[in-house]
């Protein structure tokens, strides 16, 4: 069972960066695809976006494309979401979540394994 753990959030003005990292515990972590979703109050869950599992295929979300960038580093065992242009529709609670390959990218339900979440919250 692999477990996850997000960092790099905090508070970022509108029109800045951050850079979410997602560390995982096993060696096996190239075996999983990662998503990358996020949770305002009072909101569902939301799909932020996805890497495929030797990172060569990503999947983004209509209202990040062109600002967040997903990677990864198997050997680092460790996973990033680059956020860029931020604006403060992106303040919410952001998690890395893994799953082998197959199912929707989009749909939480497809992941096994969750992290605990970081807080991005951007000021305007």
């Known amino acids: 069972q692999v477990q996850l753990a997000e960092s790099g959030g905090g508070l970022v003005q509108a029109g800045g960066s951050l850079r979410l990292s997602c560390a995982a515990s096993e060696r096996t972590f190239s075996v999983y695809k990662v998503g990358w979703f996020r949770q305002a109050p009072a909101k569902k869950r939301e799909f932020v976006g996805a890497?495929?599992?030797?990172?060569?295929?990503?999947n983004y979300a209509d209202s990040v494309k062109g600002r967040f960038t997903i990677s990864r580093d198997n050997a680092k065992n460790t996973g990033y979401l680059q956020m860029n242009s931020l604006n403060p529709e992106d303040t919410a609670v952001y998690y890395c979540a893994a799953a082998f390959p197959g199912g929707t990218d989009s749909v939480p339900e497809s992941y096994r394994y969750w992290g605990q979440g970081t807080q991005v919250t951007v000021s305007s």
């Open positions: 890497i495929s599992r030797s990172g060569s295929t990503t």
